[in-house]
C-alpha cells in the first residue's frame, strides 16, 4: 500500500479507522446493493449511480436486477431490452458498456468477475473508482476510493490547497485514500467514508457539529470547512433547441430508432430536428392547434 507523503503519523491513521468503521455501524445507510457482497450487484449498482441520484436509482437497480439476476441473464440479452430497463436513467453509454462488459466476463472469465483492480479496470466502462469499488465492497482488496463524497471529506481532512480537479491533487487524494483505507474491513471504510461525505460532510453547511472525524479534520481546526475543497470553475454548456414531431394514426404514433453516431442511439424516439434559438423562441410562441 501507497505511503501518504505527509507528516499524518500512523496512529493518526490508525484512529481515523476505527472511528469510522464504529460510525459506520451505528449509522450506516440502509441502500438495497449493500444486502450482499456480489460483486455483480455491487458493480450494477456503482455503473447506475454514476452521474445519478441514489433516489433516482433504487427502482431501477431492483427492476433491473429482478430482470437480469446474475452476469450469464445480462450476457444473453438482446441490447434493445437493456436499454428499455436503462430508460429514463440517462447516460446511455453507460448501460451499453455494461451489456459489453457482461459479455466479456462470461465469455473471458466463465461468468466470474476479475477481483483485482486492473483486470477489472479492463472491463468497458469501468474506471479508477468502480474498480476499486467491487474490488473492495465484493472482495475485500485493501484499496482506497475517490468519488464526489469521499473526495470532498479527505480534501477538508488534510486542507487540501489547490483544485481538487487538479491532476497533482487527484493524484494525492489517490494516494491518501489508499494510505487511509482499513486493511481488514476496506469495504466497510470506504462505504462508511462515503456515507460520512454524503450526509454530514455535505458541500455547503456540513454539519461539523456531528462529525465523527471534526477532532481529526485540518480544515475544521483552521475554521476552513466551507471554503474547501477548492473547485475549479465548470465549463459552460451549450444550448440545443430541438422540434419534436408527435404523428399519430389511430391508436399508431410514428417513432424512430436513433442510429449509431447521434446521442442516446438506440433508443427509440419521436422524429425530430434541430432549430436555431431564435425560431424555437418562434415556434414556442404559436397558439395551439
Same mark, same amino acid.
Given at each position: 500500500?501507497? +505511503?501518504?507523503?505527509d507528516? @499524518? $503519523?500512523?496512529?493518526?491513521r490508525? =484512529?481515523? /479507522?476505527s472511528?469510522?468503521?464504529?460510525w459506520?455501524? *451505528? ?6 446493493w449493500r ?6 450487484r ?6 447506475m ?21 446474475d ?19 440517462g447516460?446511455?453509454?453507460r ?22 483492480? +486492473?483486470?477489472?479496470?479492463? @472491463? $468497458?466502462?469501468?474506471?479508477?473508482? =468502480?474498480? /476499486?469499488?467491487v ?5 475485500? *482488496? ?12 479527505y ?5 487540501l ?22 486493511p481488514?474491513?476496506?469495504g ?5 467514508a ?8 455535505v ?5 461539523c ?18 471554503e474547501l475543497?477548492?473547485v ?23 417513432? *424512430? ?22 425560431q ?10
Amino acid at each position: 500500500m501507497a +505511503a501518504y507523503p505527509d507528516d @499524518l $503519523p500512523d496512529s493518526w491513521r490508525r =484512529t481515523v /479507522r476505527s472511528v469510522l468503521l464504529r460510525w459506520y455501524r *451505528r449509522h450506516a445507510r440502509c441502500l438495497p446493493w449493500r444486502e450482499s457482497a456480489d460483486p455483480y450487484r455491487v458493480w450494477i449498482s456503482e455503473i447506475m449511480l454514476q452521474q445519478t441520484t441514489i433516489a433516482a436509482v433504487t427502482p431501477y437497480f431492483e427492476r433491473f436486477c429482478r430482470r437480469f439476476p446474475d452476469v450469464d441473464r445480462l450476457a444473453n440479452a438482446p441490447e434493445h431490452e437493456v436499454l428499455r430497463l436503462w430508460e429514463g436513467l440517462g447516460y446511455y453509454s453507460r448501460a451499453r458498456n455494461l451489456h459489453r462488459a457482461a459479455r466479456i466476463v462470461v465469455d473471458r472469465h466463465g461468468g466470474h468477475f476479475p477481483e483485482s483492480v +486492473a483486470e477489472l479496470e479492463a @472491463l $468497458p466502462g469501468i474506471g479508477p473508482y =468502480t474498480a /476499486r469499488a467491487v474490488a473492495s465492497f465484493a472482495f475485500g *482488496r485493501p484499496v482506497g476510493i475517490l468519488e464526489t463524497n469521499t473526495q470532498r471529506l479527505y480534501a477538508r481532512l488534510i486542507e487540501l490547497n489547490e483544485p481538487v480537479s487538479a491532476s497533482a491533487s487527484r493524484r494525492l487524494l489517490w494516494n491518501f485514500a489508499d494510505w487511509v483505507v482499513s486493511p481488514r474491513q476496506p469495504g466497510r471504510f470506504n462505504q462508511a467514508a462515503m456515507d460520512i461525505g454524503s450526509t454530514i460532510c455535505v458541500p455547503r453547511s456540513p454539519d461539523c457539529s456531528v462529525c465523527p472525524l471534526k477532532t481529526h479534520c485540518s480544515a475544521f481546526r483552521n475554521g476552513r470547512q466551507h471554503e474547501l475543497p477548492i473547485v475549479a470553475d465548470r465549463p459552460r454548456t451549450t444550448a440545443v433547441t430541438e422540434v419534436a414531431l408527435a404523428i399519430q394514426r389511430g391508436p399508431r404514433v410514428l417513432m *424512430r430508432q436513433i442510429a449509431d453516431g447521434e446521442r442516446w442511439a438506440g433508443l427509440w424516439d419521436f422524429v425530430r430536428f434541430p432549430v436555431s434559438n431564435d425560431q424555437g423562441d418562434r415556434l414556442q410562441r404559436l397558439p395551439p392547434a
